[in-house]
Nanobody
């Protein structure tokens, strides 16, 4: 059974930085997609970035491109999200997601079949 556990959320001022981590256990697929999604109250969950475990290919939504960086450390089975220049509109619950794949990854939340429980990020002065 795949388990994903997020950490690193918190309260940060606008313009500040945070790094989220997602510890992955139980994964047996040699190739998989991992993503970070977020959901603010009253909005749909959005997959803002993903990475392919084999190719290292990454993709970002326009809302975070240039400010957020996703990375995967396969040696210790940990996914990261470095978030810089944070804005109040980045305030949300952030979730780690995963799925085994033989092809491409996706920004569609329905693509992923394993989810963590989330970590809260609040950007406020």
């Amino acid at each position: 059974e795949v388990q994903l556990v997020e950490s690193g959320g918190g309260l940060v001022q606008p313009g500040g930085s945070l790094r989220l981590s997602c510890a992955v256990t139980g994964y047996t697929n040699s190739r998989y997609c991992m993503g970070w999604s977020r959901q603010a109250p009253g909005t749909e969950r959005e997959v803002i970035t993903f990475i392919h475990s084999s190719s290292g290919f990454t993709s970002y939504t326009d809302s975070v491109k240039g400010r957020f960086t996703i990375s995967l450390d396969s040696s210790n089975h940990t996914l990261y999200l470095q978030m810089n220049n944070l804005k109040p509109e980045d305030t949300a619950m952030y979730y780690c997601a995963a799925r085994g794949t033989s092809g491409y990854c996706s920004h569609a939340r329905t693509f992923y079949n394993s989810w963590g429980k989330g970590t809260q990020v609040t950007v406020s002065s």
